[in-house]
């Protein structure tokens, strides 16, 4: 059975979500990142950190590697375009995008770190703000009609931005994006099974 290495009110929230969406049996081990971490979890996670993927002797680690995974794992779910398929490339930018660029981005804002955008790989708050919401102005979902496994990231990533730490401007492309998604009964389920283990 899959199990997920999972940290409530964190980064693994997404994947948690998205293991919901699949509809598949896992488990999950709560790891306390928080606190003090065992040191042989490192074998799990080489920084003990959240999330990680446990599939028989298989670990996977990052969101987007997880993502990924578990799409080729579970294709009859539909979450990812198939390789060929017209938005394929955008949706593995966005789920790369979402690790490499948005993370660090509202990490750094959120910790008020004044640091030179042009001297980090990831850019400038601002840029990355506005280039979301040109995105999510396209249509209901990060890639246009459909949700995917993306939206389980990105959702996540504009509830923290916009609802949690306040840092993502005001914005109707925002509000509406959170609404649909966190409208989902797999995401209420999610967040119900996150609080149950953050108590």
């Not at 599939?55 to 009859?76: H, M, N, Q, S, W």
């Not at 840029?127 to 939206?151: K, N, Q, S």
């Not at 990231?153 to 949690?164: D, K, S, T, Y």
Request: aromatic content about 8%.
């Amino acid at each position: 059975m899959l199990m997920l290495h999972h940290a409530p009110r964190s980064r693994s929230t997404g994947i948690l979500w998205l293991l919901e969406e699949l509809a598949v049996p896992f488990d999950v081990h709560h790891v306390d990142i928080r606190g003090n971490v065992a040191e042989e979890y490192r074998r799990i996670h080489p920084h003990k950190k959240v999330p990680a993927l446990q599939d028989g002797d298989t670990i996977v680690t990052e969101r987007a590697a997880i993502c990924l995974y578990l799409c080729e794992k579970f294709p009859k779910a539909g979450l990812a375009p198939p390789i060929g398929d017209a938005q394929r490339a955008a949706f593995l930018s966005g789920l790369v995008y979402c690790d490499a660029v948005v993370d660090p981005c509202i990490a750094v804002r959120a910790q008020g770190w004044d640091a030179d955008p042009s001297g980090l790989s990831f850019g400038r708050f601002e840029d990355m703000a506005l280039h979301l919401e040109r995105r999510l102005e396209r249509g209901p979902y990060a890639l246009g009609d459909t949700f995917t496994a993306l939206d389980t990231q990105l959702g996540c990533a504009v509830l923290w931005g916009l609802q949690l730490f306040n840092l993502l401007p005001d914005k109707p492309a925002f509000r509406d994006y959170l609404a649909r998604v966190t409208a989902r009964p797999t995401f209420q389920r999610a967040m119900a099974r996150d609080q149950q283990l953050a108590n």
